[in-house]
Antibody, heavy 120, light 107 residues
Framework: EVQLVESGGGLVKPGGSLRLSCAAS????????MNWVRQAPGKGLEWVSS????????YYADSVKGRFTISRDNAKNSLYLQMNSLRAEDTAVYYC?????????????WGQGTLVTVSS | DIQMTQSPSSVSASVGDRVTITCRAS??????LAWYQQKPGKAPKLLIY???SLQSGVPSRFSGSGSGTDFTLTISSLQPEDFATYYC?????????FGQGTKVEIK
């Protein structure tokens, strides 16, 4: 069974940093591109970042470029999001999601999400 | 960047009704469109990929159509478990933007 479990969320002050993790199991992690998608309270879904299976290709939303860094460790079946210079508008539930088998950039499995709150 | 616009933003419907949600891309995306369902407090669930292909395990009352810039998600006979928010997402190019969502509510 495919499982994605996020961790690392919490309360952080503006300007602070946080590192999110996503532990994957039930599939060959090293074969799939992975993604972070966030959802601010009461709002819609916003794509944040994507990383290819071998980390060769990395993409960021303009809203986080230069502040967030996506990475992965295929030996540990883990995806990460290092978030620096956090702002109030980064407050959201952060989901990790797997690219589908069939169509890139369609996400067939999602984690349960981890809440990041940026507030003084 | 490609913008995605959904309509309506909300719809009230009864069990058994046919519901149609529209998604428009700001430029052509061929058939590279996905639809998701999200229930409160839960992660999104992939329903449709490549505009009209049903994800494994998704009931056949869900269907998708369209290509280019105009797409629709249809629920042929609304069931109680279908009350949720639905999002389209373009899968043609980065950034893979989502539509703003359509909330399907009980009438």
């Amino acid at each position: 069974e495919v499982q994605l479990v996020e961790s690392g969320g919490g309360l952080v002050k503006p300007g602070g940093s946080l590192r999110l993790s996503c532990a994957a199991s039930g599939f060959t992690f090293s074969s799939y591109s992975m993604n972070w998608v966030r959802q601010a309270p009461g709002k819609g879904l916003e794509w944040v970042s994507s990383i290819s299976s071998s980390s060769s290709y990395i993409y960021y939303a303009d809203s986080v470029k230069g502040r967030f860094t996506i990475s992965r460790d295929n030996a540990k079946n883990s995806l990460y999001l290092q978030m620096n210079s956090l702002r109030a508008e980064d407050t959201a539930v952060y989901y990790c999601a797997r690219d589908s088998d069939i169509v890139l950039m369609a996400y067939d499995y999602w984690g349960q999400g981890t809440l990041v709150t940026v507030s003084s | 960047d490609i913008q995605m616009t959904q309509s309506p933003s909300s719809v009230s419907a009864s069990v058994g009704d046919r519901v149609t949600i529209t998604c428009r891309a700001s430029q052509g995306i061929s058939s590279w469109l996905a639809w998701y369902q999200q229930k409160p407090g839960k992660a999104p669930k992939l329903l449709i990929y490549a505009a009209s292909s049903l994800q494994s395990g998704v009931p056949s009352r869900f269907s998708g159509s369209g290509s280019g810039t105009d797409f629709t998600l249809t629920i042929s006979s609304l069931q109680p478990e279908d009350f949720a928010t639905y999002y389209c997402q373009q899968a043609n190019s980065f950034p893979p933007r989502f539509g703003q969502g359509t909330k399907v509510e009980i009438k």
